[in-house]
């Protein structure tokens, strides 16, 4: 198997190599969550304008979309280069780019796709996801929040939850129940819903490593057009799926634990601190350091993986929920490792002078519990290897 970059994808590894020598702003070192999506906000933003302009903020959109056409592979080559050359990522555009765009390319219409795409290859339009529920995470298809069709609008009652960005979004996507009588994974519906109409109410929830990503909510009498209805009305868990399918499916983030292993790695060579354990304190660290090293070598096949049948204009599904899963799991293992090198300074967080790496592994250690969680936690990725990946009998 060969594992190098092709002619034209060497060719394009240059490309991007050179664009980001001439024209990236470096990343904020120790900057993570919240603060990577503010901190430097108009120096970024223009950075992201450079990347929109050349295409390159959804490559692999086809170009009748406004995308630059390229393969998977090739956005996969990009992602990597942004990464290993730690430049700011606009993460707060993933899920327009990366989930709502791709789903209105399948499923919408070709007036959804001139309204909703070109403010998402702007770099402009933040979008938010309202799946989950007090009540429904993992059985998403109990969902409660109501939609009931009155003349041209639809009109939305409820609650969504965990609604990361909804804060700073222009747009959500939003399942809704539209028949209470059907099976439950049939009456629900897709909306677009614009998150300036009135009756929408965003609230604040602080996670446990301290910042502001996600947040409640509440819909009291929200009108939303019956254009913004992706696919059919009641056959929304099918689209759904979709947007799932590619949310788990999101690639590159392999570069960065390994990026993160090698900080712990030199960290762990140079330091002498006596209220640091050093690898001369604890030589298991080496054990350690080197199991992480292998999980990021085979977070990178599996990722390897899910790119190829994307390449090849298919869906990951199963493959997209193993990768999913092992690179999630890893990461917490990464940052327990962290934890154990750098002893009770491992504790402390951003802000404080003593704190290595300006505390970055505190956040991770703590954020990274959330990872297993969102997007579908780690027992229903099983669930779905088990099942579509074993052909096991469902639970
Ligand atoms: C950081 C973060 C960001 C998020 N962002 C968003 C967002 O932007 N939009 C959005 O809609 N949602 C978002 N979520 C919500 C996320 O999708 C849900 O938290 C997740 O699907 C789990 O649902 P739940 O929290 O209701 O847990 P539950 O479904 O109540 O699960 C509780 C426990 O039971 C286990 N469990 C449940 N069912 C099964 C089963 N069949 N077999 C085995 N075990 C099972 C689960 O694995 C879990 O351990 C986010 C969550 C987090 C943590």
Redesign the pocket.
């Known amino acids: 198997m060969n594992l190098n970059d092709n002619e034209t994808e060497a060719v394009f590894r240059t490309e991007v190599q050179t664009f980001i020598k001439a024209e990236a702003p470096k990343a904020e070192k120790g900057v993570g969550g919240e603060e990577a999506l503010t901190a430097n906000w108009e120096r970024n933003q223009q950075w992201f304008r450079k990347l929109a302009d050349k295409g390159w903020i959804a490559p692999a959109w086809p170009t009748e979309y406004g995308g630059a056409g390229l393969s998977s592979m090739h956005q996969f080559v990009l992602n990597e280069e942004l990464a290993l050359n730690r430049v700011p990522r606009p993460l707060h555009l993933i ?1 327009g780019l990366g989930m709502a765009g791709p789903t209105i390319i399948v499923h919408g219409t070709e007036e959804q796709k001139k309204e909703h795409l070109p403010g998402m290859l702007a770099g402009e339009d933040v979008w ?5 529920e007090p009540g ?5 298809a109990s969902l409660q929040t109501k939609a009931v069709r009155d003349g041209d609008d639809y009109v939305i009652n409820g609650q ?1 939850i ?4 909804a804060h700073m979004a222009k747009k959500m996507i939003l399942l809704a129940r539209t028949d209470p009588d059907a099976p439950k994974h049939k009456g629900i519906t897709y909306f677009i819903v614009d998150m300036k109409s009135p009756g929408v109410t965003v609230q604040p929830l602080m ?1 446990m490593a301290d910042t502001h ?2 947040n409640e909510v509440y819909f009291d009498n929200v009108r939303v057009p019956k254009e913004n209805v992706i696919g059919e009305e009641n056959r929304g868990w099918y689209s759904a799926m979709t947007t799932l399918d590619f949310e788990r499916s999101a690639i590159g983030s392999t570069i960065g634990m390994k990026q993160s292993v090698e900080t712990l790695i030199e960290y762990a060579r140079g330091h002498t601190d006596d209220h640091t354990s050093t690898l001369d304190k604890n030589p298991m660290l080496r054990y350690e350091l080197a199991d992480r090293m292998i999980e990021v070598e085979m977070a990178r096949m599996l990722s390897y993986r899910v790119v190829s049948l994307q390449n090849r204009g298919l869906i990951p599904n199963y493959e997209a929920s193993m990768m999913k899963l092992y690179n999630t799991e890893m990461n917490q293992r990464i940052a327990r490792t962290g934890q154990h090198i750098l002893g009770l300074y491992g504790q402390l967080g951003r802000g404080s002078p003593l704190a290595p790496n300006n505390g970055r592994n505190c956040y991770t250690y703590l954020r990274s519990v ?1 990872y297993t ?8 990725q099983r ?1 779905i290897v088990a099942q579509r990946g074993l052909g096991l009998p469902r ?1």
Not at 128 to 132: A, F, P, R, T
Not at 162 to 165: D, E, Q
């Open positions: 899920i938010c996801q309202g799946y989950s429904s995470g993992s059985d998403l969504k965990w609604t990361t960005l996670n990503e996600f959330a969680i969102e997007g579908g936690t780690s027992e229903v669930n639970d």
